[in-house]
């Protein structure tokens, strides 16, 4: 046998030990489990619902919409659940009280997903302070208050699982999304500091590198520039099917992996070959994000001003294009009670 054999053979058994202690780990039962999923009323946080609920979990949504927190709290309702609905801002770190109150009705949280999120779409010259400080309040802030309320109960347990939602913006900067990609570099960063300082406490945290996912949330993202334009690539792109995922695809591989514990999943092909790219060949990765800013809306139209998705609609979208991540919208409580 060669070098090269031998170390393919290697190669070949490491795989192979390391693909047994993978799947060799008891498998968690949400059965049961108080699971609070925040930003729960809409998009990826209500079809995780959904899921849990079919798993059998105690489910508690929160959010800061009461309106879509009603929609929400019927739509499980179908799927077998009397689910508990928060009005809440996580960004108040008082609102974060709101622990108690599952406590005193469900009992101890047993399974945290931070999921609540806001995306802002635009160049830099339409980005304010505000808009940075905004996206660090909801993605990362609103996930950090949630951890600090529910930790001391988990860790007096010895047990409890984490499961922070960040994104492929949190591992590759994507032109037009600075704000966003910024909280959610923070959100990773802390999430894998974390699994590792609580990890010897019962806790385990996993963190979720998801690509694009056909949620249904363009409609209420924020648009700034020309606001149609960055609608329309935002949009499409969220709604091809090669490109991007399926919510309910998306929403069982997260569980799945919380389930098993692991430190990080990243779902959707994009993903996986964006963090691909950026580990082997981080040069090339930036003359290609470089090279995608100049096929981009430049500044102009509204400027610094916002507009929502649903405000900022055109012949490209809705259109053909973006049939299915309408229809993601329409599932998925994505659209406004003022505007379906």
């Given at each position: 046998m060669n070098r090269?054999?031998k170390?393919a053979?290697?190669?070949?058994?490491?795989?192979?030990?390391?693909?047994l202690a993978?799947n060799?780990?008891p498998?968690?039962?949400?059965?049961?489990?108080?699971?609070?999923v925040?930003?729960?009323?809409?998009?990826?946080?209500?079809?995780?619902a959904?899921?849990?609920?079919?798993?059998?979990?105690?489910?508690?949504?929160?959010?800061?919409?009461e309106?879509?927190?009603?929609?929400a709290?019927?739509?499980?309702?179908?799927?077998?659940?009397?689910?508990?609905a928060?009005?809440?801002?996580?960004?108040?770190?008082k609102?974060?009280?709101?622990?108690a109150?599952?406590?005193?009705?469900?009992?101890?949280?047993?399974?945290?997903i931070?999921?609540?999120?806001?995306?802002g779409?635009?160049?830099?010259?339409?980005?304010t302070?505000?808009?940075?400080?905004?996206?660090?309040?909801?993605?990362?802030?609103?996930?950090l208050h949630?951890?600090?309320?529910?930790v001391?109960?988990?860790?007096?347990?010895?047990?409890?699982?984490?499961?922070?939602?960040?994104?492929?913006?949190?591992?590759?900067?994507?032109?037009?999304?600075?704000?966003?990609c910024?909280s959610?570099f923070?959100l990773?960063?802390?999430?894998?500091?974390?699994?590792?300082e609580?990890?010897?406490?019962?806790?385990t945290?996993?963190?979720v590198?998801?690509?694009?996912m056909?949620?249904?949330?363009?409609?209420?993202?924020?648009?700034?520039?020309q606001?149609?334009q960055?609608?329309a690539?935002?949009?499409i792109g969220?709604?091809?099917?090669?490109?991007?995922?399926?919510?309910?695809?998306a929403?069982?591989q997260?569980?799945t992996a919380?389930?098993?514990?692991d430190a990080e999943?990243?779902?959707?092909?994009?993903?996986?070959?964006?963090?691909?790219?950026k580990?082997l060949?981080?040069?090339?990765t930036?003359d290609?994000?470089?090279?995608?800013?100049?096929?981009l809306p430049?500044?102009?139209?509204?400027?610094t001003?916002s507009?929502k998705?649903?405000?900022?609609q055109?012949?490209?979208?809705?259109?053909?294009?973006?049939?299915?991540?309408?229809?993601?919208?329409?599932?998925?409580?994505?659209?406004?009670?003022a505007?379906?």
């Amino acid at each position: 046998m060669n070098r090269g054999e031998k170390a393919a053979l290697l190669l070949a058994l490491g795989a192979g030990v390391w693909w047994l202690a993978r799947n060799s780990r008891p498998r968690y039962d949400f059965g049961r489990k108080v699971v609070l999923v925040t930003g729960g009323s809409r998009g990826l946080g209500l079809v995780l619902a959904r899921q849990l609920a079919q798993r059998g979990a105690f489910v508690v949504i929160c959010a800061r919409d009461e309106g879509e927190l009603d929609r929400a709290r019927e739509d499980l309702r179908r799927f077998g659940s009397e689910p508990l609905a928060l009005r809440c801002d996580l960004t108040d770190p008082k609102d974060v009280e709101m622990v108690a109150e599952i406590e005193l009705q469900r009992g101890p949280v047993d399974v945290l997903i931070n999921n609540a999120g806001i995306i802002g779409v635009g160049p830099y010259e339409s980005m304010t302070l505000d808009d940075y400080h905004q996206a660090m309040a909801v993605n990362f802030y609103a996930a950090l208050h949630t951890i600090h309320a529910i930790v001391p109960s988990m860790r007096r347990r010895k047990t409890g699982r984490i499961v922070n939602i960040s994104s492929i913006g949190g591992k590759v900067s994507i032109p037009h999304l600075l704000p966003y990609c910024a909280s959610k570099f923070a959100l990773a960063g802390f999430s894998e500091g974390l699994r590792a300082e609580v990890a010897g406490q019962g806790i385990t945290v996993t963190t979720v590198i998801p690509g694009l996912m056909r949620t249904g949330s363009p409609p209420q993202a924020n648009f700034k520039g020309q606001n149609q334009q960055e609608y329309a690539w935002f949009s499409i792109g969220d709604s091809l099917p090669l490109v991007s995922k399926s919510a309910e695809s998306a929403a069982s591989q997260i569980l799945t992996a919380c389930a098993r514990g692991d430190a990080e999943v990243i779902v959707g092909l994009s993903a996986k070959l964006g963090v691909l790219m950026k580990r082997l060949f981080p040069g090339l990765t930036f003359d290609l994000t470089t090279l995608t800013n100049y096929f981009l809306p430049a500044m102009g139209g509204i400027g610094t001003a916002s507009a929502k998705g649903y405000q900022s609609q055109s012949n490209w979208s809705p259109s053909l294009l973006t049939t299915l991540t309408e229809q993601a919208a329409r599932q998925n409580n994505e659209i406004p009670e003022a505007v379906s």
